[in-house]
């Protein structure tokens, strides 16, 4: 099966940490990152700029509106995404447990609708 | 055979028949109504002639070939439809499995039901609803909801289980003792609703104590050896021994202290008791469950409250902040020390639990509260914390309780 993981972090937090935590963080995810990639777990993957640089597009009544931010403000955006092939949820979140922001934020694990041809 | 004994049969081999079938066909949904098709067969012939020798083998049986009618029938899976019969049909040949295999499908089902991916009422109400085999009205009168509402959460749990990948397996040896204590919270979870209901009019629910306790008995089986499963049954057995004297005819709380201890069930105090002492006997350290059933012992085996082992109750509780430390167990210990030391000392312990703000919001602070002012004879404080009790509860006796402990102060 394939899942999305997504990383969920408090950016305003994130955005104070000092370099040598930064950087050492930028490590554990490079070393991660690897890992999975060795595994076969690994889709794809990629990190988001801030959610300062989001844009809102909407359409209602054929006339499109967009807004400056996120679609929701919460206490932790969206910062980043795995797309990866496991064997099942358990195997799943073993995987999103190992993505180094478990441990200050929150990663949500969600199956991706697959259509039958 | 009558219809009542048919019935009987059902509730005995449905968990364990949905368990086989599960895994045969891949699919709860399918399982379970293949399974309905199969009771629905069953039905009409076993009240004609004789129930087969293996009525459990027979039902999976039946129930598979409703399966492959079923998927046959549904013509939007025509894309997997050949791949599915042949799951099914490949499964059934190891239809006469030895014991053990339908004994792993039986596990493969309680930890599936019981998976942290779910919600804790989720958890318990679809193990209820599958390994227990209850109806979706009972299931939903258990947790006084609505019937919609409850047959709306378990079409969800289990579209999430097929959706999300939920695998039907007992998991592996590293992830399987914090797993096992999750089944076990869901199944103290189901007894102590049963214990002592949440809401309502009544103070027990005899029924979900049964069904807990049959679950703990099935678990102690499947996994043999393991003290947190005894340490569990043992635990929820010897609570439920008391049940007879917990209330008059009336329906109003018997406390402890108040009890006719021939009431007590003395077999299921015996069996509670060996159950403690395997428990404690399992190499490891000490398990909560089989620490509880320990206090829960000494209870049992007290002559009278007065003549309790009070200093080793207490001591058992220190024994448990140790390895499972929470307010609640902190409450308790307060409590039992109130016994040896007196309820000065128990209360400066309670006072100094709720200036942390560790037990916000859980109601049997103030009761506790509440005693031990009554006993320190400081009766407008007692009265006040009573009421603060009653406000808590949504539980008709306990409420009668505090009232009747408020009208005893004033005489």
């Known amino acids: 099966m394939q ?20 950087q050492k963080m930028s490590a554990e995810y490079e070393a991660f990152t690897q890992s999975i990639i060795r595994n076969g777990n690994f889709k794809a993957g990629d990190r988001l700029r801030p959610t ?25 955006q969206l910062g980043g995404y795995y797309l990866i092939e496991a064997k099942d949820l358990d195997a799943a979140i073993e995987i999103a447990a190992r993505i180094p922001s478990a441990r200050v934020g929150s990663i949500e694990v969600r199956p991706i609708w697959v259509y039958d041809k | 055979m009558t219809p009542g004994e048919i019935d009987k049969i059902f509730r005995d081999e449905a968990g364990r028949a949905l368990a086989t079938l599960i895994r045969l066909v891949g699919d709860f949904d399918l399982a379970e109504d293949a399974l309905q098709d199969a009771f629905a067969v069953a039905l009409e012939r ?7 020798d293996n009525p459990r083998a027979w039902l999976v049986n039946v129930a598979r070939h409703k399966a492959i009618d079923r998927v046959r029938r549904q013509a939007i899976f025509r894309g997997k439809q050949q791949v599915l019969l042949h799951e099914i049909e490949l499964n059934a040949q190891t239809v ?14 309680i930890f599936t039901c019981c998976h942290p991916a779910f919600a804790p009422e989720v958890r318990v109400a679809l193990t209820l609803r599958t390994v ?14 609505g019937e919609e509402a409850m047959a709306q959460r378990l079409v969800r749990a289990k579209q ?58 099935l678990l102690d089986r499947l996994m043999p050896d393991r003290g947190g499963i005894k340490g ?26 108040e009890q006719d201890r021939m009431l007590w069930d003395r077999g299921q105090i015996e069996e509670g008791l060996r159950l403690v002492e395997d428990a404690l006997r399992v190499p490891g350290r000490p398990q909560p469950y089989a620490v509880q059933a320990a206090i829960a012992a000494l209870h049992a085996r007290a002559p009278s409250f007065e003549q309790t082992d009070w200093r080793q109750i207490a001591g058992l509780y220190e024994v448990l902040l140790r390895i499972s430390p929470s307010p609640v167990i902190e409450l308790n210990h307060a409590a039992a020390l109130s016994m040896v030391d007196g309820p000065a000392r128990a209360l400066d312990l309670v006072d100094a639990i709720s200036a942390r703000g560790g037990l916000r919001g859980y109601e049997l602070l ?40 408020v009208r005893e102060m004033d005489n």
């Open chain 1, 3 to 22: 899942y999305l993981l997504m990383i969920y972090q408090n950016e305003a937090e994130y955005a104070k940490i000092d370099t040598g935590t930064s």
């Open chain 1, 52 to 76: 300062t640089t989001a844009t809102t597009v909407r359409v209602r009544d054929g006339k499109m509106l967009t807004t400056d931010g996120p679609f929701a403000e919460t206490r932790e």
């Open chain 2, 46 to 52: 076993w009240a004609a002639c004789e129930v087969p």
């Open chain 2, 96 to 109: 006469d499995e030895p014991a053990t295999m339908l004994d792993d499908d039986m596990l493969r089902l």
């Open chain 2, 132 to 145: 227990c085999g209850l109806s979706t009205t009972q299931v939903a009168r258990a947790f006084l909801v």
């Open chain 2, 160 to 217: 999430k289980i097929r959706l999300a990948g939920i695998p039907y397996e007992v998991p592996e040896r590293d992830t399987l003792a914090p797993r096992l204590d999750g089944v076990l919270a869901v199944i103290y979870l189901v007894f102590t609703e049963g214990y002592v209901a949440t809401e309502g009019a009544d103070l027990m629910r005899p029924d979900l104590a049964a069904e807990a306790i049959r679950l703990g008995r």
């Open chain 2, 232 to 257: 569990l049954l043992a635990l929820m057995l010897l609570h439920d021994a008391r049940r007879a004297g917990r209330e008059t005819a009336a329906g109003d709380i018997v406390l402890l202290e």
């Open chain 2, 366 to 405: 103030p009761a506790v509260r509440a005693d031990l002012l009554r006993r320190m004879g400081r009766k407008d404080e007692a009265c006040e914390a009573y009421h603060a009790a009653t406000a808590a509860t949504q539980l008709e006796p306990l409420r009668r309780l505090y009232a009747r402990r």
